[in-house]
Nanobody, 127 residues
Framework: VQLQASGGGLVQAGGSLRLSCAAS????????MGWFRQAPGKERELVAG????????????SVKGRFTISRDKTTANARNTVALQMNGLKPEDTAVYYC?????????????????WGQGTQVTVSS
């Protein structure tokens, strides 16, 4: 089972980045997917999540209105890919971003109980 994340990079404040995560090698039917981030010296925190159906999304207060999580709903296999569009980036968004997949609501499972993690991708926002 593998979650492959991509799309991080360096951007100026106010800019945009798009992260993508593709799950493979296992059965992810029914899995919620989402993104956590971890800044140096801080705990890993949930940024955004989306249900298997793609109909329900949730965001941390710090990114609400700026970030959008989406999931391809065209086919069951396509739902194994999730994207995070990040607009209006701020220096405080700087962190390593991790893709996650879990059958439970990511708000309830928490970082310590997530079934699968991606390798992390660095997002750096300069002021």
């Amino acid at each position: 089972v593998q979650l492959q994340a991509s799309g991080g990079g360096l951007v100026q404040a106010g800019g945009s980045l798009r992260l993508s995560c593709a799950a493979s090698g296992g059965t992810f039917r029914g899995y919620n997917m989402g993104w956590f981030r971890q800044a140096p010296g801080k705990e890993r925190e949930l940024v955004a999540g989306i249900t298997w159906s793609g109909l329900n999304t949730y965001y941390s207060d710090s990114v609400k209105g700026r970030f959008t999580i989406s999931r391809d709903k065209t086919t069951a296999n396509a739902r194994n890919t999730v994207a995070l569009q990040m607009n209006g980036l701020k220096p405080e968004d700087t962190a390593v971003y991790y893709c996650a997949a879990d059958p439970r609501d990511l708000r309830l499972s928490g970082p310590s109980a997530v079934d699968y993690w991606g390798q992390g991708t660095q997002v750096t926002v300069s002021s």
